[in-house]
Structures are given as structure tokens and as C-alpha cells.
């Protein structure tokens, strides 16, 4: 009964009466599924013409389909219709509004339109935008789902449409709507990213409100689709929000030294995947925390008024410009930061060392407490290490003793005179499978030497060396027991006691020391000797920048990594007597690989096994287009083209294992030389970045183009995908300048009905000899860069690694592409030489 009350048809009436154009105002109708009666549509006209003057971000307008609408017709449509009705003749009785209530049956047979039927609701005006905004996505979402339902995309519809639409009619409500300020979505870029602060803002007001979980699940569910359709590659992960624990000052902009004032200070709050999402990440040879992102930060002001310090959006708002400076310089390792110690500070506290300081102004210890205290101090400054690790300290007369063991302990070595000092890299045990493992470990290769962790041994500075030698020597001849001997006896006095050292050391020399401070100055030398935190974690056991993410890809040897201690304690030396930083320069053989003792990443390989799997894929591309007929040999020579341009492309730029690199042509700048990456292409955790191609390997994209010409030639009884060919050849020669997205991607597998196919880590190993790890690629190209002495700055860059505040092409960064280009250009020109990659021409040339 009351379906048949709305299927009344006025819409011609309507049309007729109001003198507006009748086939835009149907499509508008249709998009938000009206009732043909148009129940309440003069409440719908206000609702709507201001949501449709809400400017979502483009991206997300075009995963909505709203850039396919006529908006601004249909704005224009709603003004002329606006001032006409307040005359309203009783044939259109229904249209007027009710603010009381909805008919029965217009929310189980209209719920998008029913959302819309709202009159004079009394909205908080500080809460207006952001529900115009979240009714516009959440009703478009709806819609969106709905349209893909029936083109048969969706065979069941999720119940977060019926949730969501009904979270946004209770928007309406005060009694149902959040007491707490709603999620602010007016600058997301995505569903994903809509999706991720939808579950942010749930899980900081879930004891407050139940309200937001129905919308989510509306957007998930579109997401989860657009995500399915797109030819891009996503890793469709779950992420979980997570306090990182760092507190970061913020300090005044004028950059005074505020260490002794009250400063307010914040929290990162991290989006991290989910333990299903790592295990994911690490099976395709990549790390978790490549997928970790800054999602908002938790605000401590001492300094503000009493009565606002709880309101947590007004400190935001007061302190956003200076959060902003300060995550950008708290990732940056200056050796002129305000925190980081002076060379006249690490001057003073050697000098007091030296002499007799701590006797005179810590009566209370003895001499054995005096030599420890010493001790500690010196080998913070020198290894970098936190005191949990320092403490740990053992003693063994020699390195027999040592290896005697069998255990990799942090010791002192007396006969030696040096320490002994474990090393882990957080790369995982990466098999290479078992035909790889073995053809890899025999000759030429020797692929077997590579180790996650291992034991440098290596001579601290002189004054340094005496202090722990003697105090080591006169703790061994008082031990009852020569079997791990501990090198400190009262470890749990030690923080107490250097905090009242520094202290005393601050008020007579007027420096800033921090038992903090002190492990900052080795961490500075190895980032000036190297620019390399995998490397600063690596020695000094320091979470730093980008460094796990680095140090999981990279394979170091471990003959640099003493040279760089050696390098670093050196550096160190000189900064304090000149105050001055002079990078040192290694040799190629003391960062060499091959035939090294290393350790890392084992997915690192070495490079004459990659020039083998270099020849060959090139073999193949050669023979193929000689060993079939017909489609066969149309299908075999294009496939082992594309599988050669992928791996070529993989080992020179650190591409990501993706669904279709190089995904549209124009991705290259034919002038330049440089290509635009998105390899990790959910906008959530997107990290675009531009790098430089090889000259040589530009020249095999313009053969590869005219091979494309050739097969599309050969292909007149396949117009559909010779048309799409055709189309690719345009885009790249210029001659296509529209924006929209081509039906296939640029480098793309044929099946054998000549169809195209994605050029997925998956499909790609079907070309390989045997089974290799997807991403090896980036795991070799870090490993080299390092090796062959590549800026460590650039390196990071060109990997796609950085953390919150070092983003390349955030406003306040200095980084410009052609500059790394420039300094890049000579390493990555190198490495193809190496491996071998020539030219091949495909169809062109047979």
C-alpha cells in the first residue's frame, strides 16, 4: 500500500509546473534514487544543493564517481527550482516537508533519498562542514555500491549500507548524534584514507559514542571493491593505530635552547598493518614498517592556560605550526642541533674524565666505583650503546677464550686489547628456495658467507682503551671464577651516578649534558661518515630515522662496518679539537661484497648471479621470436621482451614487485630522463617519488614502443586489443593528451587467446630459471648503492625510504630530483654495466 503511494508518478508535473529542464532533473532523480511521488523533495532540494557545493579532494571525487556527474548543471538547477516552491499547487501535495517524521516505507524501499528529507534541523555550527562532508560521502559510497550491485559486480549486499545510511539520518537527531566532535574528513584523499580516520575516530571515542562503526563499514566495503577493479596495485592490508612512545619537544622557532624551560611536547601516533598484514609484507620480501604513516599526534602544552589544556583540538590548533617544524626536525641529524652536544661540551666532559673531577665532586665512591663510572661514560660516547647493553659487559682473557664459548657476548678483549661487539641486522632468514640455495652457495657465487648477526671486534680511542683494558684487567684478577666475568659490579648504580656527575659537570662548565646526550655523539659520527642509519643501528643498537626499514634490505660488509668505528671514533677526535667535520673517504674493497664476509640481507645477490639471470632472460627474447609461428610467435617474443624490461626495470630503479609497472606511459619523461613511482599505490600510505632512469634503458622503452607498433600490425584479427596497443603508442608519442586511463597497462603479458595479462610477480616468475623472492631486486640495488659509495641520503631517497618529517617532497624539503638524478646517474650506469643489460628489440629486429 504505501509502495504504491510512491510509485504515483509526478515527475512530469512537477517538471511542467516549475518550467525546468525534464531530462537533467530525471538523471538527478535517478542518482538519488527518488520516489516517483517525490515525497519531501523540498526539504531534499535544500539538503541537496548544499552537499553538492561540498568540494571533496579530486582523487576522492573520481573513486566516488562524482566527476561523471553534471554538478554544476544540477546546482544550477536547484537555485532556479529554489524560489518557486513556496507555490505549491495540491496536486504536489507530498513534495512539502516534514520535519517531524518520514513516511512509512520510504527508508526500507528509498534509503538514500530518505537520508536526505531532513527539515530545520538544528545542526551545531561548529559540526556543519564536517556532516555536509560526511553525508556526501557516506550517500555517494551508497550509491556507489549500490550501481555496482546491480551490474552484477557485488552478488550480496554488505548490511554497512543499511548502517551507514541510517548513521547519517541519526546525524539529525541530538539524542542519537555524538556528543564528542565528529571526524573531520574535508581533506582525505581516498575511501582508504576515509576508512582510516572513520577507525581512528572510533577507537578514541569508543567509550563515548557507538556511532561511526555502520559508516565505516559502508566505506570499507566500496573501498574493498574500487580496490578489486583497479588495475593499480594495492596491498589491501589492515592497519591498527599505535602510540609510538617518542616524545618529541617543541621547541620555540627562534631555535633557542629551551632544555631547561617547560615546552610543550607530542606524541606520533602511528597507523601500523595488522600481524595478518605483516606476515603478507614480509612473504613478498618487504618490511612492515614500509607501510607505517604519521596519522595524528597527541599534544602535551604545559605552557597553556589551566582551563584549555584539556580541550585537545584547541592545543593542536595553537601549537600546529611549531609541530609541524619540529617532526621535521626531529628526523633530521645535524651536528649543529640544539640537541646535539658542542664539540667544546664533549671537550669538557673528556678533560674531567681525565683528571680528577668525579673524585673530587663524588666523594662518596670509591676507586672501583670511580673506575666504573668512568668506564660507562667512555664507552656510551664511543659505541653508542644504551646501559642495558653496556651493563651486559663481560670479560675473556683473549679471543681464544672468547670463541671458546661459543656465544656471541659483548666482552672485553684483554691480550687484544679491544671489545667485542655483537651485531644484528633486522632482516629475516630469506630463503631462496631450495635449487637457488644450493646453485647459489657453489662456485662462481659463493652466496653462503651472509649472516643476520655476527661480532665485530674493534679498538676503542686510546684514553678509552687504558680506562677499560686496566679496569677489565683488575676485575679479572679479583674474580673467583674466570667464566663470564662481568666487567661492572654495580650496574644498577650507574644512571643515578652519571646523572649526578652530568649534573655537577653542567653548573661548573655551563654545558647541557644528558645521559641521552651522550649516546648521540657516536650516532652523529657514524651519520656523517656514512649518511647510512642501517648502518646506526647496526653498531649503535639505535632505532633511527628509516633505519630498520634499511637495515632489513641491506647486506653490509663486515669488514666497512669496522672501518666506518674506526672512521667514526676518528671523526670524533678531530671535531673536538677543530670543531670542524671532514667526511673520511673508504676504498672500494673495504665496502666490496663479493667473496666477503657479510651480513644482511641474503636476498641481496650478488651481482654475477644476476648478470647470469640478465643473459638469461635476454637469451629468451632473442630465441623466442625465432622458435614459434604464427600467434604463438607473437605471444612468445612480446612475453620475453616484457619479462626482460620488467626485471631490467626491477634491478636499476627499485621497483616495488607490482601488478603493472610503468602502469601509464607518460609515468617517464622522455626529456629528463625520469620516472614517477607510486609502487605502493594505497593513497593511505602512498610514497610517489621521482628517479632517474638510465639512458640506455629510456632507448629500450622507445624500442619497446616501436615493438608494440609491429605487434599491433601483426594483429588485424584481434581489433579490440589492437586498438588498446595503438592507444598505448599514442599516449607515449605525444599524440594522446587526454587524462583518462588506458584499458591496459604499458608492459602487460599476452594470453594465449592474445589477450592482455597483468605483469604480476606471479606471472613474472614463469620466466626465471628457478624460484626468486619478489622484491630481491630492491634487496640487491640497496646493497650495491651502499657498496659503490652512493650518497646514503640519496640512497634513501631513491628507495622510497623515509620517516614521518623527512618526506622529500613535503614544503619545507630541500630535495630536488634532478640533483639526486645527477649524483645517482654515474652508480646506477655502473650497475648496468655490470649485469649486462643491452638493448633488445623484439619484433623490430628479427
Known amino acids: 500500500m504505501t509502495e504504491c503511494k510512491f510509485s504515483i508518478d509526478k515527475l512530469d508535473f512537477f517538471t511542467e509546473w516549475f518550467s525546468i529542464d525534464k531530462s537533467s532533473f530525471t538523471q538527478l532523480c535517478i542518482w538519488i ?7 519531501q523533495f523540498i526539504a531534499v ?15 576522492l571525487a573520481i573513486e566516488l564517481g562524482l566527476d561523471k556527474l553534471p554538478i554544476e548543471a544540477w546546482r544550477a538547477l536547484l537555485q532556479q527550482l529554489k524560489p ?33 528529507t531532513a527539515a530545520e534541523v538544528d545542526y551545531p555550527t561548529e559540526e556543519i ?10 550517500m555517494s559510497a551508497a550509491i556507489a555500491y549500490q550501481q555496482m550491485h546491480a551490474a552484477g559486480v557485488i552478488k550480496e549486499l554488505s548490511s554497512g549500507v543499511e548502517a551507514g545510511l541510517r548513521e547519517i539520518r541519526d546525524l539529525e537527531k541530538i539524542a542519537k548524534r555524538p556528543t564528542v566532535p ?10 582508504t584514507e576515509v576508512q582510516a580516520e572513520l577507525e581512528e575516530w572510533i577507537e578514541w571515542h569508543s567509550i563515548t559514542t557507538r556511532w561511526g562503526a555502520g559508516l565505516r563499514l559502508l566505506i570499507e566495503s566500496v573501498a574493498e571493491q574500487r580496490s578489486r577493479a583497479s588495475r593499480h596495485y594495492r596491498m589491501r592490508i589492515s592497519t591498527q593505530i599505535q602510540r609510538s612512545g617518542q616524545q618529541i619537544s617543541v621547541q620555540e622557532l627562534d631555535g633557542t635552547d629551551a632544555t631547561n624551560k617547560q615546552q610543550p611536547s607530542f606524541e606520533p601516533t602511528m597507523r601500523v598493518p595488522d600481524t595478518r598484514s605483516k606476515k603478507l609484507l614480509q612473504q613478498q620480501g618487504l618490511h612492515p614498517a614500509e607501510m607505517t604513516t604519521l596519522t595524528s599526534v597527541i599534544v602535551t602544552d604545559p605552557t597553556a592556560p589551566r582551563s584549555v589544556q584539556s580541550d585537545e583540538q584547541l592545543i593542536r590548533h595553537r601549537n600546529r605550526r611549531r609541530v609541524q617544524a619540529s617532526i621535521v626536525q626531529s628526523a633530521q641529524s645535524l651536528p649543529n642541533r640544539v640537541e646535539m652536544p658542542s664539540p667544546y661540551e664533549v671537550q669538557a666532559l673528556l678533560h674531567c674524565l681525565a683528571n680528577d673531577f668525579i673524585k673530587n665532586k663524588m666523594e662518596d665512591l670509591n676507586t672501583p666505583q670511580y673506575d666504573e663510572l668512568k668506564v660507562i661514560i667512555l664507552l656510551r660516547l664511543y659505541t653508542g650503546r644504551k646501559l642495558d647493553s653496556l651493563r651486559k659487559l663481560l670479560i675473556f682473557q683473549s679471543k681464544a677464550d672468547y670463541d671458546a664459548a661459543q656465544r656471541t657476548f659483548f666482552a672485553v678483549l684483554i691480550e687484544e686489547s679491544c671489545l667485542a661487539l655483537p651485531v644484528k641486522s633486522t632482516a629475516n632468514l630469506h630463503s631462496l628456495g631450495a635449487v637457488g640455495s644450493i646453485l647459489l652457495a ?11 648477526q655476527d661480532v665485530l671486534e674493534f679498538r676503542l680511542p686510546p684514553v678509552a682503551t687504558q680506562a677499560v683494558i686496566g679496569l677489565a684487567k683488575r676485575k679479572l684478577q679479583c674474580a673467583t671464577s674466570r667464566k663470564r666475568v662481568p666487567l661492572f659490579e654495580c650496574a644498577d648504580e650507574h644512571e643515578q651516578w ?15 649534558w644528558t645521559e641521552h646526550r651522550l649516546s648521540l655523539v657516536m650516532r652523529m659520527a657514524i651519520e656523517q661518515c656514512t649518511q647510512d642509519p642501517a648502518l646506526v643501528q647496526l653498531i649503535t643498537e639505535q632505532e633511527y630515522s628509516h633505519s630498520i626499514v634499511a637495515n632489513y634490505y641491506q647486506r653490509t660488509s663486515i669488514t666497512f662496518i669496522s672501518g666506518v668505528i674506526k672512521a667514526a671514533h676518528k671523526l670524533i677526535q678531530q671535531w673536538v679539537r677543530t670543531g670542524s667535520i671532514i667526511p673520511p673517504a673508504f676504498s672500494e674493497n673495504t665496502r666490496a661484497l663479493q667473496n666477503k664476509k657479510s651480513i644482511g640481507s641474503s636476498l641481496a645477490l650478488p651481482t654475477n648471479f644476476v648478470a647470469q639471470l640478465c643473459e638469461h632472460l635476454k637469451h629468451h627474447a632473442r630465441l623466442n621470436s625465432r622458435l614459434f609461428t604464427g600467434d604463438e610467435r607473437l605471444r612468445h617474443a612480446h612475453n620475453s621482451l616484457v619479462a626482460y624490461i620488467t626485471v631490467w626495470l626491477g634491478f636499476i630503479s627499485g621497483y616495488r614487485a607490482v601488478l603493472d609497472p610503468i602502469s601509464d606511459p607518460r609515468h617517464i619523461d622522455l626529456e629528463t630522463g625520469l620516472m614517477v613511482i607510486s609502487d605502493k599505490d594505497n593513497s593511505l600510505f602512498q610514497h610517489s617519488r621521482i628517479i632517474p632512469l638510465t639512458a640506455r634503458f629510456v632507448e629500450q622503452v622507445d624500442r619497446y614502443v616501436e615493438h608494440l607498433i609491429q605487434l599491433a600490425m601483426s594483429l588485424p584479427h584481434k581489433q579490440s586489443i589492437q586498438q588498446e596497443i595503438y592507444q598505448l603508442c599514442h599516449r607515449y608519442q605525444g599524440a594522446d593528451t587526454s587524462t583518462h586511463e588506458l584499458s591496459i597497462p604499458f608492459l602487460f603479458f599476452l594470453t594465449d587467446t592474445l589477450q592482455a595479462r597483468a605483469v604480476s610477480p606471479k606471472n613474472l616468475q614463469e620466466h626465471f630459471p628457478f624460484e626468486i623472492r619478489a622484491n630481491a631486486n630492491r634487496h640487491y640495488l640497496r646493497s650495491m648503492l651502499v657498496e659503490l659509495g652512493a650518497p646514503g641520503e640519496m640512497v634513501a631517497y631513491f628507495m622510497g625510504h623515509w620517516e614521518h618529517g623527512e618526506e622529500p617532497h613535503q614544503k619545507l624539503s630541500s ?10 646517474a654515474p652508480y646506477l650506469n655502473t650497475i648496468e654495466k655490470q649485469i649486462g643489460w643491452t638493448i633488445q628489440g623484439g619484433l623490430v629486429h628479427v
Open 45 to 59: 532540494t535544500e539538503n541537496l544543493d548544499a552537499l553538492l557545493s561540498v568540494n571533496l579532494r579530486q582523487e
Open 498 to 512: 652519571i646523572r649526578e656527575l652530568l649534573k655537577k659537570l653542567n653548573q661548573t662548565y655551563a654545558t647541557r
Open 129 to 138: 562542514e564536517k556532516i555536509k562532508v560526511i553525508h556526501l560521502i557516506g
Open 84 to 116: 518557486k516552491l513556496s507555490n505549491v499547487p495540491p496536486e504536489l501535495i507530498d513534495i512539502k516537508p516534514n520535519k517531524q517524521t518520514r513516511p512509512a516505507g520510504m527508508i526500507g524501499n528509498y534509503p538514500i533519498y530518505a537520508t536526505l
Open 442 to 452: 657453489d662456485e662462481p657465487f659463493y652466496h653462503n658467507d651472509i649472516q643476520l
Open 182 to 191: 565528529l571526524p573531520d574528513l574535508r581533506d582525505v584523499i581516498s575511501l
Open 33 to 39: 534514487q527518488a520516489p516517483r511521488n517525490l515525497q
Open 815 to 824: 630535495i630536488s630530483p634532478i640533483d639526486i638524478a645527477i649524483q645517482l
